[in-house]
């Protein structure tokens, strides 16, 4: 069974701050590890992926994340904060063709 | 490129009506998956279809059936609603099968009064 925990249902930064928003995972094979972003009253959008390869992935918007396997960690980071960047991001985890495990969702506050 | 298109986007039903959403997958993607997102919540899967074939099943009422047709469409059936199943419904279909990446429509919010 796969599982995935986000850490702190709420984040608040201010504008050009580091965010770091943090998701452990759970899973007894390989993961596949996602990122998505949901504006409100919006859709899913996928802001990174690991898959295999290099731990280190780089997305959308300026935001990267590391899987470290060692802390079953995919932790999301961006340097500076911009104000669009206010969102809920979800974590996912699957392996090869299975489901999409959701985390419970960080709300992304960004303050001027 | 061409999406994951499903519809309605919104509805609105009153208890124990019926309604059914449509989800239409990218070309040639084979696999589609339906999630419900409650108001403040995570998308929970309900169900998963593969070559037309129930693939996994997750958290899907009774209540709830759904299929995938011959052109890999699928659709969503939803009998005796409740005011509990005012969501975001969200249909993904699959990538390359060597990524597990999933895209995603943009949704149909149902609205049960």
């Known amino acids: 069974a796969q599982s995935v925990t986000q850490l702190g249902s709420h984040v608040s930064v201010s504008e050009g701050a580091l965010v770091l928003l943090r998701c452990n995972y759970s899973?007894?094979?390989?993961?596949?590890l996602f990122w998505y972003v949901q504006y409100p009253n919006q859709g899913l959008q996928l802001l990174l992926k690991y898959t295999t390869g290099a731990t280190l992935v780089k997305g959308i918007n300026g935001f990267e994340a590391e899987f470290k396997k060692s802390e079953t960690s995919f932790h999301l980071t961006k340097p500076s904060a911009h104000m669009s960047d206010a969102a809920e991001y979800f974590c996912?985890?699957?392996?090869?063709?299975?489901?999409?495990?959701f985390g419970t969702g960080t709300r992304l506050q960004v303050f001027p | 490129a061409a999406g994951v298109i499903q519809s309605p986007r919104h509805l609105i039903k009153e208890k124990r009506e019926t309604a059914t959403l449509k989800c239409y997958p990218i070309p040639r993607h084979d696999t589609v998956y339906w999630y419900q997102q409650g108001p403040g919540q995570d998308p929970q899967f309900l169900i998963s279809f593969y070559e037309k074939m129930q693939s996994d099943k997750g958290s899907i009422p009774d209540r709830f059936s759904a299929q995938q047709f011959s052109d890999y469409h699928s659709e969503l059936n939803m009998s005796s609603l409740e005011l509990g199943d005012s969501a975001l419904y969200f249909c993904?279909?699959?990538?390359?099968?060597?990524?597990?990446?999933?895209?995603f429509g943009e949704g149909s919010r149902l609205t049960v009064l």
């Open positions: 993904a279909s699959l990538g390359q099968k060597n990524t597990g990446e999933l895209f």
């Open positions: 899973s007894s094979v390989p993961p596949y």
């Open positions: 996912a985890v699957s392996s090869y063709t299975d489901k999409l495990i």
